[in-house]
């Protein structure tokens, strides 16, 4: 998984990668209704090379992580930053479904996530991602997870993905968490072709 990664990230400049958003509008929208403070720790999941990031650091958040698999991603991100803004970041490359560094992690404040948990097919792989989830985000913290809609594709760069509503990632993440917002978001690629996602905001019960 790291490979093919890796290799499309290589591949493609940022803005041509299918998933490139210039703003993220629908993760600022939900990022609107979490009542966090600035300095608490914001963990974005499979950051890739996410303006999500720029966001945060543009609105002064100062407790900001990006983990990706993808190192090159990481990198790409990292020098779009420049030095200064990178500094402000801390970056683990790690694999969601075998994390060695993200497992590590406690009171996340936002737990972000844009695409990731439906490439997560099989159940030991959405099991060990559950429960990092819930070592990491402290009680009263926010979830944003947004995934392929049952009417999205069912494949993204060759991968297989799972489609999910909202009342599947209701159940997936349990009654610890409270299904805050969600809405339906069709996004198009750089080349204009439409995929449907769905949007979800989750707050942990305190």
């Not at 299918?18 to 999941?45: A, F, G, R």
């Not at 993440?173 to 917002?181: A, N």
């Not at 339906?184 to 750089?190: A, L």
């Amino acid at each position: 998984m790291k490979e093919h990664w890796d290799e499309i990230y290589e591949a493609l400049d940022v803005d041509e990668l299918t998933w490139y958003e210039e703003i993220p509008e629908p993760s600022i929208k939900l990022l609107s209704q979490c009542h966090i403070n600035k300095d608490e720790p914001v963990l974005d999941v499979g950051a890739g090379a996410s303006t999500f990031i720029d966001y945060l650091i543009n609105q002064g958040f100062s407790n900001i992580i990006a983990a990706d698999i993808s190192e090159i991603a990481l990198g790409k991100l990292r020098a779009r930053l420049g030095k200064e803004k990178a500094s402000l970041v801390r970056w683990i490359a790690d694999d969601i479904t075998q994390p060695i560094h993200i497992q590590d992690l406690r009171d996340i404040a936002l737990w972000h996530d844009r695409a990731v948990l439906h490439f997560l097919l099989e159940e030991n792989q959405r099991r060990v991602y559950l429960s990092t989830l819930k070592k990491a985000v402290k009680k009263g913290g926010y979830v944003i997870i947004a995934a392929f809609s049952l009417t999205g594709a069912k494949k993204c760069t060759g991968l297989e993905v799972r489609n999910y509503d909202h009342n599947m990632l209701a159940e997936f993440l349990g009654k610890e968490f409270i299904l805050l917002d969600h809405f339906d978001y069709t996004y198009h690629t750089p080349a204009g072709v439409p995929r449907p996602y769905v949007y979800t905001l989750f707050q942990r019960n305190s």
